[in-house]
């Protein structure tokens, strides 16, 4: 069974920086696209980051130049570092494995 576990999430001040972890387990990581993706009440989820197996990577325009995306293949990890974070970035944050399966989600708020 396929398991995507994130972490890392909670309350930071406007400007400062966080760093989300999702880890998985059961499946071959290395081959497959990881993507962040973020949603608040009321809203569509929407793609924030995502990575390819061969590292390649996309960001939404609301987060290029502040976060990154990255994966670690030896320890079934992808990371967003989020940099100098804007209230509006306040959501909830899930991890996806190839388009098809998510985590549980995980809070982040940025307070102004």
């Known amino acids: 069974q396929v398991q995507l576990v994130e972490s890392g999430g909670g309350l930071v001040h406007a400007g400062g920086s966080l760093r989300l972890s999702c880890v998985v387990s059961g499946t071959t990581f290395h081959i497959y696209r990881m993507g962040w993706y973020r949603q608040i009440p009321g809203k569509e989820r929407e793609l924030v980051a995502a990575i390819t197996g061969a590292g390649s990577t996309n960001y939404a325009d609301a987060v290029k130049g502040r976060f990154t995306i990255s994966r670690d293949n030896e320890k079934n990890t992808v990371y967003l570092q989020m940099n100098n974070v804007h209230p509006d970035d306040t959501a909830v944050y899930y991890c996806?494995?190839?388009?098809?399966?998510w985590g549980q989600g995980i809070q982040v708020t940025v307070s102004s």
């Open positions: 996806n494995l190839d388009w098809r399966i």
